[in-house]
């Protein structure tokens, strides 16, 4: 898994390259103005359904995307988004 928080537009290719790859997705938005972050996720869930994947929002301003090999339970949200904030 792999977690990304974009601030500019130009992280699009890069963090669609990880889903190419097979990779899930963290993507925290909380500091991406609006507009650009309206953009990635469009960007975003093109390159999930070009790929059969999955695009979901599981917290404000965050979300989980997942290339077709997986498949994210609520509860595996759930952990990722507290290691990822440091809780253990």
């Known amino acids: 898994m ?5 601030d500019r ?6 963090i669609a390259d990880h889903l190419l790859d097979r990779k899930t ?3 925290n938005l909380e ?4 507009e650009t972050a309206r953009r990635l996720i469009d960007f975003l869930n093109g390159v999930a359904y070009a790929i059969n994947g999955n695009l979901k929002k599981v917290a404000n ?3 989980v995307i997942t290339p077709s090999n997986v498949d994210v339970s609520g509860e595996q ?7 990822s904030n440091g809780i253990v």
């Open 77 to 83: 949200i759930k952990e990722s988004q507290d290691a």
């Open 61 to 63: 301003c965050t979300y």
């Open 31 to 34: 500091d991406t103005n609006r």
């Open 25 to 27: 997705i963290l993507l």
């Open 2 to 6: 792999k977690v990304v928080k974009p």
């Open 9 to 14: 537009l130009d992280a699009v290719t890069q």
